[in-house]
Each structure stands twice: as C-alpha cells, then as structure tokens.
C-alpha cells in the first residue's frame, strides 16, 4: 500500500468537494480502488502504485476542467473518473446510466440536454426502471403529473444510448377527446400530431434537437398513432404505448402481440381519464386482471405521492377521489 499527496492551488476546495461533500464521495465511488481523503486544499491517497497513478491523471483532469468551467454535472464527474470502455466491457458491467447512481432527489436514469440528469424521483418510478431490466413487459398505471410517462420515455432513450435496442416506437391511441379530428385543419400528420406532442416534449428534453431531428428521420425514433402498429412485427425495439386507458381490448392485444424478439414494452394509461365513449369499457383495465400473474410482466401503480406536478395537483386529486370520481 502506498500513498500520495496531491496539493491543491488556485482553486476552492470547496468547488472540488461539491455541496457536501457530494462531488468527492461520487468520486470515491468511482475509484474503489484508491482510499482518498479530501481536507482543505489536500488530497491524499492510498492505492497501489498504478491506481494511484491512474487516480491522479483523473484528478488533474478534473482540476482543468473546473479551472475552466464554472459548474460540473454527475455526468461530467463520470465522464472524468468513470471505468474506461474497455475496462467496463472487460468486467461486463453497463455504462454509467446503468449503475442507478443515487442523486439527492432519486435515482439518474441518463442524462438529458446539457448534461442535465433525468430522474426517477419517487418510490415508484424507480419501481420502473428496476421492473423493465427484469422483465419485458411493464405497465405503469397511476393518475396525472406521476412522470408515467417521461420516465417510461427516459428508459426508452437510455436503452437505445447503451445500444441494447435499434429502434424506439412511441405510440398513442388517437382518441377524439371532445374533439373531431376530421374538423382539425391540416393533413394527418397535423391532425395527429397535438396528441403526440408530450412524447415529442419528453424527447427533447433528452436528446439533442438535430440528432432527434435525424433520428426522427431515419426512423430510428417513430412517433405514430396506435392503428400504424398493426401488422407489424416488432424486433430490438423500445415500445412505449402512451394513454393506453383509451384503448379497447381488441386494441391493446393487437398492440402487445406486435412485441418481437429483444423487445421491451412499456404501457402507460390513467383510467381516471377514459375518454372512450360511454359504451366501450378501457382495455387496460381488463389487461391489468388478466395479466397479472403472467412471468415477464410487471404491473406498477402509481399513486398521488408519485405527483410531481404544482402541488394543487395533488389537492385536486384527492377532492375527485373523495367525490369518488376515479375511473372513467
């Protein structure tokens, strides 16, 4: 065991440690082969001579670029401190997004634009991520503002990042919500696409705006409405099926009987907001029962302490539940 001290210069220790200390314990837990212990403006590390080698290259990386910039992200502390590619491929490990690092508010999924980490905040939608690494099929079911969505489209992002799909396919049933779509002005296209907006708003906060552009056109990322799903087979790809609570139940086994090999699926839906009409039952609630107990399925309810949203959503909420005003 040897050791070494690094004297720091011209730079705050405190920009170096992080608010509370959290910079330098991430750092820790990237370089479990080296002890280190930060006080003041000294480092000091025990390793063996290579790690300790190895260690302070980092570090120096790291001093540059704080000297340089103002802020640092987790990703960047990964990017600096994290295995290199071929170690992580030597030990078959995943990449950094993989590790569910802890963040203050949850656990990172990835990260977005900016490097700005996208979170699995509550109990729940870390229930989801876990829930689609071991199986293939995952329903998240649960009211408004619950990040059923955008986390379902995080790990869609996150899969196709790490390269174990090809292909990611976001679908919603085009459901006339007290609309007409055949009074809407423009083509299909313009007539479909206000209902898959919020996928489109998810996108973009997770991937560069001209590499989803090319993406969107090679058909790497496709956005479609739940009738273009029929007929097809669909093999290494992320499906997420959006509002599936205005699906009928014909609807919703086309859909789940498109899934190919190496696919995962994930169904979102609130059966609080079924905007069939009156005489048409939600499929997903059927799907819930009857899929239940079947190996490779996971059900995850949301609830309102998953709300992310303004906190009168979650007073709103309740003042509906009370009323008993749940499912459409």
């Given at each position: 065991?040897?050791?070494?001290?690094?004297?720091?210069?011209?730079?705050?220790?405190?920009?170096?440690?992080?608010?509370?200390?959290?910079?330098?314990?991430?750092?820790?837990?990237?370089?479990?082969?080296?002890?280190?212990?930060?006080?003041?403006?000294?480092?000091?590390?025990?390793?063996?001579?290579?790690?300790?080698?190895?260690?302070?290259?980092?570090?120096?990386?790291?001093?540059?670029?704080?000297?340089?910039?103002?802020?640092?992200?987790?990703?960047?502390?990964?990017?600096?401190?994290?295995?290199?590619?071929?170690?992580?491929?030597?030990?078959?490990?995943?990449?950094?997004?993989?590790?569910?690092?802890?963040?203050?508010?949850?656990?990172?999924?990835?990260?977005?634009?900016?490097?700005?980490p996208v979170i699995a905040r509550t109990l729940n939608q870390q229930k989801m991520v876990e829930s689609i690494e071991q199986n293939d099929v995952v329903f998240a079911v649960g009211p408004a503002g619950t990040g059923k969505t955008y986390t379902a489209v995080a790990l869609a992002v996150r899969a196709l990042k790490n390269k174990e799909v090809k292909k990611i396919?976001?679908?919603?049933?085009?459901?006339?919500?007290?609309?007409?779509?055949?009074?809407?002005?423009?083509?299909?296209?313009?007539?479909?696409?206000?209902?898959?907006?919020?996928?489109?708003?998810?996108?973009?906060?997770?991937?560069?705006?001209?590499?989803?552009?090319?993406?969107?056109?090679?058909?790497?990322?496709?956005?479609?409405?739940?009738?273009?799903?029929?007929?097809?087979?669909?093999?290494?790809?992320?499906?997420?099926?959006?509002?599936?609570?205005?699906?009928?139940?014909?609807?919703?086994?086309?859909?789940?009987?498109?899934?190919?090999?190496?696919?995962?699926?994930?169904?979102?839906?609130?059966?609080?907001?079924?905007?069939?009409?009156?005489?048409?039952?939600?499929?997903?609630?059927?799907?819930?029962?009857?899929?239940?107990?079947?190996?490779?399925?996971?059900?995850?309810?949301?609830?309102?302490?998953?709300?992310?949203?303004?906190?009168?959503?979650?007073?709103?909420?309740?003042?509906?539940?009370?009323?008993?005003?749940?499912?459409?």
């Amino acid at each position: 065991m040897q050791e070494k001290l690094i004297t720091i210069d011209g730079i705050e220790p405190q920009r170096i440690y992080g608010s509370n200390d959290y910079s330098l314990n991430l750092i820790k837990e990237l370089n479990p082969n080296v002890k280190i212990v930060g006080r003041g403006n000294e480092i000091r590390i025990k390793g063996n001579s290579k790690d300790i080698d190895s260690f302070e290259s980092k570090f120096n990386q790291y001093l540059t670029f704080l000297s340089k910039n103002v802020n640092i992200s987790d990703y960047h502390l990964y990017e600096i401190f994290g295995p290199e590619k071929t170690e992580m491929r030597e030990k078959n490990v995943h990449s950094p997004e993989h590790t569910h690092h802890k963040h203050p508010h949850g656990v990172v999924i990835l990260y977005g634009n900016d490097a700005r980490p996208v979170i699995a905040r509550t109990l729940n939608q870390q229930k989801m991520v876990e829930s689609i690494e071991q199986n293939d099929v995952v329903f998240a079911v649960g009211p408004a503002g619950t990040g059923k969505t955008y986390t379902a489209v995080a790990l869609a992002v996150r899969a196709l990042k790490n390269k174990e799909v090809k292909k990611i396919i976001l679908t919603r049933p085009a459901v006339e919500a007290g609309e007409s779509l055949g009074f809407l002005p423009g083509d299909l296209k313009e007539k479909i696409d206000p209902y898959l907006r919020p996928l489109y708003d998810a996108l973009e906060d997770m991937i560069p705006l001209d590499k989803l552009r090319i993406f969107l056109e090679n058909r790497t990322i496709e956005i479609a409405p739940l009738a273009f799903m029929r007929g097809r087979t669909l093999n290494n790809c992320f499906i997420i099926l959006d509002e599936a609570q205005n699906t009928t139940d014909l609807q919703l086994k086309m859909f789940l009987t498109r899934m190919g090999k190496e696919a995962k699926v994930i169904v979102t839906g609130d059966l609080s907001q079924v905007d069939l009409p009156q005489k048409q039952k939600s499929g997903l609630k059927r799907a819930i029962k009857i899929l239940t107990d079947i190996e490779g399925i996971k059900i995850i309810h949301l609830n309102n302490k998953d709300v992310l949203r303004h906190k009168l959503v979650v007073e709103i909420l309740k003042a509906y539940e009370a009323e008993g005003i749940v499912e459409g």
